[in-house]
Every structure is written in structure tokens, then in C-alpha cells.
């Protein structure tokens, strides 16, 4: 049986999880991602403005790795042998015969410590509900959004 790492439980990599969970005779699967939770990133704009509940948003991969049949393993990947075929986690060292990185993405500050002290990125339902608190809270007076994509937009419009 060949052994598939998958690093990250985002859309792809929960998605390529439970596709070839499917295939238990020829596959083991295991999933290695540092979040213990799946986050449905296209609505957490709506936990700002629309009242929507966190827990809507959120899904326990360990819960998801249970239904679908693969392994899960809450932890983060220090370092990759792609020569040998293993992945380095803080406790040890897994063998794989295949590997899909599908680790996602995070928020980049540019190097800006002010900025990255200062304002609140939207990567899970945990900074979702920090901006929804300090929004909320009338901490501020104004806002100052720097992206201009779908999640810059629907925030602007929900605030």
C-alpha cells in the first residue's frame, strides 16, 4: 500500500483527503496541518458584517478525518526531504511515497512590524472574530482597507 502525505486541510487539501481516502486498498492517506479546524475562508467576511455565527464556519478536521477515512495529524512540518521522501514534523520524521503540498497561503506584511502589530488580517474564524470585536467595540473611527479583492471588498461593504 502507498503512503500519501498530504500537508494542509484547506479546500485542496481536504478535498484531495477524502478523494483518496476512498481508495483504502491502495492508499493510506494521512493529512499534517497545524490548524486543528477547516475554515470557509470565502465567508468569513460575513462573521463582520452579517452576523453570521463563527461555528458555521468552521468544520474539526479531526471530525472530517474520522468521516472520510484518513489519518490526521495537528501539527506543523519543519522541513521536507523531497531526495528521500520524508516530511520533518516537531516530533518526527514520516515517510511518504507520494506528498501533495496544498499548505495554503498567509497573510504577507512586507516585512512591516507596524503594520503586522497594528491590523487585522483575515486567514481563519479566529481573526474574523477579532476584527468583528474590535469593530463592535467602536475602537475605531476609521478604517483603512489595503486590498481591493473579493475579501477587501465584501469587508469595506459589511463594515
Not at 477524502?18 to 499534517?32: D, G, Q
Not at 475562508?41 to 458555521?56: E, N, Q, S, T
Not at 521536507?80 to 518526527?92: K, P, S
Request: charged share 25%; net charge neutral.
Amino acid at each position: 500500500m502507498k503512503k500519501i502525505i498530504i500537508i494542509g486541510c484547506g479546500f485542496a487539501g481536504s478535498s484531495a483527503a477524502r478523494k483518496l481516502a476512498r481508495l483504502k486498498n491502495e492508499f493510506e492517506v494521512t493529512v499534517i496541518d497545524r490548524k486543528k479546524t477547516f475554515d470557509f475562508l470565502p465567508a468569513l467576511p460575513d462573521i463582520v458584517g452579517r452576523g453570521m455565527k463563527p461555528g458555521f464556519l468552521s468544520f474539526p478536521i479531526e471530525l472530517l478525518a474520522e468521516k472520510s477515512g484518513f489519518d490526521f495529524m495537528n501539527t506543523e512540518v519543519k522541513s521536507l526531504d523531497l531526495q528521500n521522501n520524508f516530511v520533518m514534523t516537531g516530533e518526527r520524521k514520516i515517510n511518504y511515497d507520494y506528498i501533495l503540498i496544498a499548505a495554503g497561503s498567509e497573510t504577507n506584511f512586507y516585512n512591516n512590524e507596524a503594520v503586522k502589530k497594528h491590523a487585522y488580517k483575515l486567514d481563519s474564524t479566529e481573526d474574523a472574530v477579532r476584527m468583528l470585536r474590535a469593530i463592535d467595540g467602536n475602537k475605531y473611527d476609521n478604517f483603512i482597507i489595503s486590498v481591493g479583492g473579493y475579501t477587501g471588498v465584501e469587508i469595506a461593504s459589511n463594515i
